[in-house]
């Protein structure tokens, strides 16, 4: 599908990973992308290759970003920044991590839809992608991250009932795992970092999210792709485990 002349796209986090290459693809599709994450330098290198408009941009500043959405009228937001610190033992994280992930995935996630939103509904089309994540949906031993996902999951769906009638579209990605910068920011001790994403799997690349994220906005208006869950075909979900209680013969 071609889009609309002036098609607008908005991307978060689009300094790396998964944001970096939607910002690529929507641009090979013609749309003009502002490309947003707080390092500007990796912007303005996108910028000169795909001709995307830099934009520094921290996803945590309020004011920023509803100045930003009042400002442009934004056709597509990819709400996509986001990160996961304390993976794996939430009870041992700094509390300043555990405002950090849960502000930047769902607090700002939400302002950001939030500065879109009116423009959209006021011109009667938009397009809201949330990054969501396949922790949103399974049990993971990733308890602070998977309640943030799992508020993108909530939200995305009960949007999707505020809009009715508006012509917005909403969509939540989940994604398995990724290559990405993620995990680096994610873990700071290295041999925790190398288990974790040593798997002998093929994981997913950025590309592949990014080229399902252009199906569901390049899908015909009568189509809102609610839900993707996308998966390395090396990873599953589900069963149940048995592990032994560690101070049973103490
Ligand atoms: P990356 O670490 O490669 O990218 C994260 C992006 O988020 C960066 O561009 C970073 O930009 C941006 N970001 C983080 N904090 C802020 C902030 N305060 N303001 C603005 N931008 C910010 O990871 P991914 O590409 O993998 O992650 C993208 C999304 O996908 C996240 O929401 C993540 O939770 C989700 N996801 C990732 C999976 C994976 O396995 N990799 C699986 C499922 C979901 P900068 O630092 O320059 O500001």
């Known amino acids: 599908m071609t889009f609309e002349e002036g098609t607008t796209a908005l991307v978060t986090g689009a300094s790396s990973g998964i944001g970096e290459a939607t910002a690529r693809a929507l641009r090979a599709q013609g749309i003009k992308v502002f490309a947003a994450a707080r390092r500007i330098d990796r912007l303005e290198k ?3 290759e795909t001709g995307c408009i ?4 921290d996803v945590r500043d309020r004011q920023g970003v509803v100045k930003f959405g009042e400002s442009y009228a934004i056709d597509i937001l990819i709400n996509n920044a986001g990160l996961g610190r304390a993976l794996g033992s939430m009870w041992e994280a700094e509390i300043e991590d ?3 992930t849960v502000d930047t ?3 700002s996630a939400i302002v950001m ?3 879109v939103l009116p423009g959209m509904i006021e011109r009667g089309r938009g397009h809201i992608v949330n990054m969501s994540s396949v922790v949103a949906l399974y049990p993971l031993a990733a308890a602070l ?3 943030t996902k799992g508020a993108i999951h909530k939200l995305s769906r009960d949007l999707r009932m505020e809009l009715q009638g ?3 579209r909403v969509t939540e990605i989940n994604p398995g795992r990724v290559i990405s910068e993620f995990y680096n920011v994610a ?3 290295d041999e925790k970092l190398r288990q974790t994403v040593e798997t002998n799997c093929e994981d997913l690349i950025a590309d592949d999210i990014a080229d399902a994220i252009v199906y569901c906005v390049s899908a015909p208006w009568r189509v809102n792709v609610s839900q993707m869950e996308i998966l390395p075909t090396e990873q599953t979900y589900g069963g149940t485990q048995f592990v032994p209680f560690k101070k049973r013969n103490q």
């Open 166 to 168: 508006t012509g917005v």
């Open 46 to 48: 996108l910028a000169d």
């Open 98 to 100: 555990i405002e950090m």
């Open 187 to 189: 873990i700071d001790d």
């Open 145 to 147: 991250y998977g309640a």
């Open 113 to 115: 839809i939030k500065s």
């Open 54 to 57: 830099p934009v520094q941009l």
């Open 105 to 107: 995935n769902v607090t």
